[in-house]
């Protein structure tokens, strides 16, 4: 009794786990340009590329023109150049990823403009110094940039999202723009007066802007909380702030990394005029300090960039430097200690040897070159990839219907058995999709409805067998325990040989094969706990209610 | 109690000449067929330019996008209704002299996105999907289809090897064989575009079919443990009687999980779908028909020795040498 008590409470406790990594959410389906998501109710499984639309790219380092030098370093120059614009491509859950050292897979769910994400992906990337808004400039002209937007009529508030007033392409206003006017003005055009860092906590009616900034650590570093961002953005790309935004400063924003689980953005003041940029810079290399046992990166400029640097930096000792690549300030800036010519070191104090090599890969990056070749592409069109699913969807149900049927007919009584147990080979398919994270493809869905077929298979052997020890004048209850364990050498033989199959097409299989391969293996294991386990729970649960040897049908 | 084939007594051994007739009345004219015909491989494969496109105008015919396509020299596309009247499908594969040119594959995709649009109209045509290959990335999946296939197989050989002595394992791999050469003649028949998915199908088929063939042997090989292994002959059609109604159930679930992707699934799956089917039937009827007599065919050439008898079983049984019966 104890024995069937505690398979019906696994039972339970993996019907209850699989419903709920199958539970509906939302699910933000596409950011805009204006930072706008439109979420949508899902499912619990990812859906692929080819089901939900989509583009996927193949790309791999450009050697047509002559071998590149150091093929496996431009390989990672060009992911970290497109992984620091995966903002750019307005989707949610975009996917970049190295396969092996020769390419980069880059699937961005729900896109379908091909020519705007080849530009972001093909784009060579930019890199600059820039010196953070020392004067604090910005911070003394909150008061009137407040007092315009509010002028305006413009009003925001905290947490909500009313970037769509922003209209256009906010993104590319705000960091996109390196060839300015401002940049040309002298950075003490405003009289800078001293002035107490505005907070978060700001709530009065005219902090229309500064209501959303916290201070940072130096002059010119604010933050804001994630789920302002789209708001900010909006209210920056305004002509009423740009207006009002001192002459010289420019507004860049920074990586989330740098505050990691703190949902705060780092957003920047900084002089509008870099004060070199990448094509100057000749190497990066991250050093171990072996004295101080701290992380360094050690850069090489060009001599023309060696000299533009030397008067730059003399003029800024103990002025904070902000990396900017593409538009985005990376890391948190360092300080200019001395006057740097062509050799400089970035001392990352006791962070790890890993975000020394980071750093070092984005100066890179911006420095040399990395010239991308697509060497793929598809895309599906969303609403091809609902048709898909809805094809899928009435195949599947056809098939269920037509093998429920069958094993009814077929078994009668303990064909209800089998019924239950596809059910639960069913929920569990697709609750282990669901919780391992699992992508269903369109083959994904064709094997699924193929295994709805195949999954009876490990029942009809068991009932099989046990309709034969029957015949042969056992008591149910033996024949039963007999039959589960004769049937089981053929069911798993059967079950490996899938397994190596479906083992083999992993390995091999890109994209929409990998995701059959993935149902397959989660399908057989759903097919064996199902069919093995669950049904012979009911048997055993059956047997022990009804005493007659008679009833029993099969 | 409703039982198909219960107690079935049929001499499937006996039909051994006609299923061995018919399995190569099938399959070597079909694969010669090739030789007229080359494989309809999918641009996935030989890298070029895929299109999917829907039209809202049941006016435009292949003719009109045709026309179109040429306008823009590409005339050398296929163009061919894909499902519906009103979906075309426009491949475009790469010829051997642009070997190496990578973007060639995204330019033709850009040019027929524009040709169609340009003389259709924006709102009357809707590529609902595309594909640019380059050279390498179909090369590689060339290769790597073929090798999952091959490796497949050959993994699946240990397994068995392990598992079964190797007699047996033998005539589930000739049967596998003759699987995979049978499908590979129906899609020569039928002219089915080998994509990704059919390679994926032809690769299941393997794993189906031996699975098929695993379940009637695994009954064989019960069967030696308390019959004579001189009976051989006796016991296998004992062996694929009992099993029949399995046989018969699990291909008959399956099919109808297969026929309901042909009939229901879309045409993106239809190739697939009906590769899959038929792969269901051949390893049906090899594991019948072929497995089980060649199985026989191998015994009586190198006859083994039974439990009762001499030699063990290579899963490991017991020798017991007490002299007595040989194949």
Do not use: C
Not at chain 1, 310 to 318: C, D, L, S
Request: charged residues 20%; aromatic residues 8%.
């Amino acid at each position: 009794m104890s024995t069937i008590r505690n398979r019906l409470l696994l039972i339970v406790f993996l019907v209850l786990w699989t419903g709920w990594s199958l539970r509906p959410r939302d699910v933000v389906v596409a950011t805009a340009d204006d930072g706008t998501d439109s979420t949508e109710t899902q499912w619990g499984i990812k859906l692929g590329l080819d089901l939900q639309g989509g583009m996927h790219l193949a790309v791999e380092i450009d050697q047509s023109g002559g071998p590149v030098s150091n093929p496996e370093d431009a390989l990672n120059r060009a992911e970290t150049v497109i992984r620091s614009r995966i903002d750019e491509f307005g989707v949610a859950e975009p996917l970049i990823q190295k396969m092996g050292t020769e390419r980069i897979i880059i699937e961005l769910p729900g896109v379908r403009d091909r020519d705007r994400a080849k530009e972001i992906v093909e784009r060579s990337a930019f890199l600059e110094f820039r010196i953070t808004d020392m004067q604090e400039q910005f911070a003394s002209a909150l008061p009137s940039i407040d007092a315009a937007l509010a002028r305006a009529g413009i009003s925001a508030s905290v947490q909500g999202s009313e970037g769509a007033e922003a209209g256009g392409s906010a993104l590319q206003q705000l960091l996109g723009s390196t060839d300015d006017s401002l940049s040309e003005q002298g950075a003490d055009s405003v009289s800078a007066q001293a002035q107490t860092e505005p907070s978060g906590e700001v709530e009065t009616s005219g902090s229309v802007f500064s209501q959303f900034l916290a201070g940072g650590s130096m002059q010119g570093q604010f933050f804001v909380r994630e789920v302002d961002q789209a708001t900010v953005e909006g209210l920056i790309a305004t002509p009423e702030f740009q207006r009002a935004l001192p002459r010289g400063i420019q507004m860049f924003w920074g990586d989330a990394e740098l505050t990691p689980g703190s949902a705060l953005i780092p957003l920047y003041a900084l002089e509008g005029r870099p004060i070199i940029t990448g094509d100057q810079l000749s190497d990066a290399q991250a050093q171990l300090d072996q004295l101080y046992n701290s992380a360094v990166v050690n850069f090489t400029l060009t001599r023309a960039g060696g000299r533009i640097f030397a008067r730059e930096t003399a003029e800024n000792v103990n002025n904070f430097m902000a990396i900017v690549l593409d538009g985005k300030v990376k890391g948190q800036p360092p300080v200019i200690r001395s006057q740097i010519r062509r050799n400089g070191q970035i001392e990352l104090g006791n962070a790890s040897i890993q975000d020394a090599q980071d750093l070092a890969l984005i100066l890179r990056a911006g420095a040399l070159p990395a010239p991308i070749v697509i060497v793929e592409e598809r895309t599906v069109g969303a609403s091809l990839g609902e048709d898909s699913i809805r094809q899928g969807m009435n195949a599947g149900i056809f098939a269920v219907v037509s093998v429920v049927a069958i094993v009814l007919l077929y078994y009668r009584v303990s064909g209800i058995l089998a019924v239950i147990g596809l059910g639960f080979y069913v929920l569990f398919t697709l609750g282990g999709l669901a919780s391992f994270g699992a992508t269903l493809t369109l083959p994904g869905l064709a094997g699924f409805v193929l295994s709805l077929g195949l999954a009876v298979d490990a029942n009809v052997l068991i009932f099989e067998r046990i309709r034969e020890e029957l015949k042969q004048n056992r008591s149910p209850r033996l024949a039963v325990e007999r039959g589960y364990q004769h049937a089981m050498p053929a069911i798993v033989d059967g079950n490996v040989t899938t397994m190596i199959t479906a083992a083999f097409l992993f390995q091999f299989g890109t994209g929409p094969v990998k995701g059959f391969a993935v149902t397959l293996i989660i399908g057989i294991v759903a097919s064996l706990l199902s069919a093995v386990f669950i049904t012979k729970t009911f048997f055993l649960v059956w047997l022990q209610r009804r005493n007659a040897a008679t009833e029993f049908s099969i | 109690m409703f039982r198909f084939f219960d107690e079935a007594s049929y001499d499937f051994l006996g039909m051994k000449k006609k299923a061995f007739v018919i399995a190569f009345a099938f399959m070597v004219p079909g694969l010669l067929f090739f030789l007229v015909r080359p494989v309809n491989l999918s641009i996935e494969f030989t890298g070029g330019t895929f299109a999917e496109v829907r039209s809202s105008d049941p006016n435009i015919t292949t003719e009109d996008v045709r026309n179109a396509l040429n306008a823009v020299g590409l005339g050398g596309a296929e163009i061919s209704l894909f499902g519906a009247e009103t979906e075309f499908a426009i491949r475009a594969r790469l010829e051997s002299s642009e070997e190496g040119a990578e973007e060639t594959t995204q330019q033709t995709a850009d040019a027929i996105e524009r040709a169609l649009t340009d003389s259709f109209g924006q709102d009357v045509v809707e590529i609902v999907r595309t594909e640019a290959i380059g050279p390498k990335v179909g090369g590689e999946l060339r290769q790597k289809a073929l090798l999952a296939i091959l490796l497949g197989f050959l993994a699946i050989f240990i397994y068995l090897s392990m598992r079964m002595e190797w007699r047996f394992a033998i005539a589930a791999v000739a049967a596998t064989i003759h699987d995979i050469l049978s499908s590979w003649a129906l899609v020569s028949y039928l002219n089915i575009e080998v994509s990704l998915a059919v390679a994926t199908a032809l690769l299941f088929i393997v794993g189906y079919s031996v699975n098929d063939t695993i379940v009637t042997f695994d009954r064989v090989r019960e069967n030696l443990h308390r019959f004579k292994r001189n009976d051989l002959y006796q016991l296998l059609n004992k062996s694929i009687n009992e099993t029949l109604p399995r046989t018969v159930l699990t291909s008959g679930t399956t099919i109808v999980a297969t026929l309901a992707l042909v009939f229901l699934g879309g045409e993106v799956l239809r190739g697939f779908a009906l590769v899959m089917t038929f792969g269901v039937i051949t390893g049906t009827f090899s594991s019948i028909f072929i497995a089980s007599p060649l199985l026989h065919t191998v015994e009586q050439r190198w006859p083994g020795r039974d439990v009762h008898g001499v030699k063990a079983m290579a899963d490991g049984t017991t020798v017991v040498r007490t002299g007595g019966a040989e194949g």
